[in-house]
């Protein structure tokens, strides 16, 4: 439980250096704007053509009485759109940090400059870590994608599927979002996304702690823009403790920021 506190308290503090460091703040509400409104458009296409799709998967329900037809199509509808929106949740914050790759690093960078000790580079030029980035980000994609698939199916089931499942799947976006938050400072220091993930699962309730509330604050219309900045702060500091367990932040996130800011 120590561990959840302590991933939120993560969260939070990131959220307090980017309100705290204005500049940065606005500089990171540019890709996740220019990310939603994508997304945006792709979620409204899917709530007009959902109820097409149920039907098209049910021809052998064309000739069921009232209400079992309507009950199974407006279920699977239902389904179509958690699901397509379970998916929205986990590749909004990739797409975000492939469109602000080069914002996220600065602001990263910036972060454990605050900090204190090292600041990690990665020395490689910019298409390469966008290579890298997008690479794994699909990687990641393809695990997400099939827990998607096992938890769609799982939804059918009486009960379960409308308690159960929606907590595991919220479950599964947070963890694999903070993956994808922590791989900006963790991908500086040369790990390889198999490393990356070794990490989190020896601090699994750490991750979690840190990212469920992310992915139920997307959940929120808009909400996620505004918590893209704040998050990879957050996700910086723990990167690093990650790394080591024993550094922990030394002034916190919002300590004395450094008086030489690169630009993104």
């Known amino acids: 439980m120590s561990d959840l506190g302590a991933g939120f308290g993560y969260l939070m503090k990131g959220q307090r250096w980017v309100l705290q460091h204005g500049r940065w703040f606005g500089f990171g509400l540019l890709p996740g704007l220019i990310t939603l409104v994508i997304y945006a458009g792709a979620l409204i296409g899917l709530g007009y053509g959902a109820d097409d799709l149920a039907g098209w998967a049910t021809p052998f329900a064309d000739d069921w009485s009232s209400p079992w037809q309507g009950l199974l199509r407006t279920g699977l509808t239902a389904l179509v759109f958690v699901f397509g929106l379970f998916l929205a949740v986990i590749t909004f914050t990739a797409v975000t940090l492939l469109v602000g790759q080069p914002f996220y690093e600065s602001l990263s960078e910036e972060v454990e400059r605050g900090e204190g000790g090292e600041v990690h580079e ?41 308690t159960v499942v929606p907590a595991i799947g919220i479950c599964v976006s947070g963890y694999f979002l903070a993956e994808e938050l922590t791989g900006v400072a963790l991908q ?77």
């Open 122 to 162: 990665s020395g490689l030029p910019l298409w390469q870590e966008l290579w890298i980035s997008a690479r794994d980000s699909v990687r990641i994609l393809l695990r997400v994608a099939l827990f998607g698939i096992v938890l769609f199916a799982c939804g059918f089931i009486p009960v379960v599927g409308q």
């Open 188 to 264: 500086r220091r040369g790990l390889v996304l198999k490393k990356r993930l070794g990490l989190l699962r020896r601090r699994r309730s750490l991750v979690l702690g840190f990212g469920v509330p992310i992915a139920l604050s997307f959940l929120v219309p808009f909400v996620a823009v505004f918590l893209m900045p704040g998050a990879v702060a957050g996700a910086t500091l723990l990167a690093r403790e990650l790394v080591d367990p024993d550094a922990g932040p030394a002034t916190g996130p919002a300590g004395p920021a450094s008086t030489e800011v690169r630009a993104a």
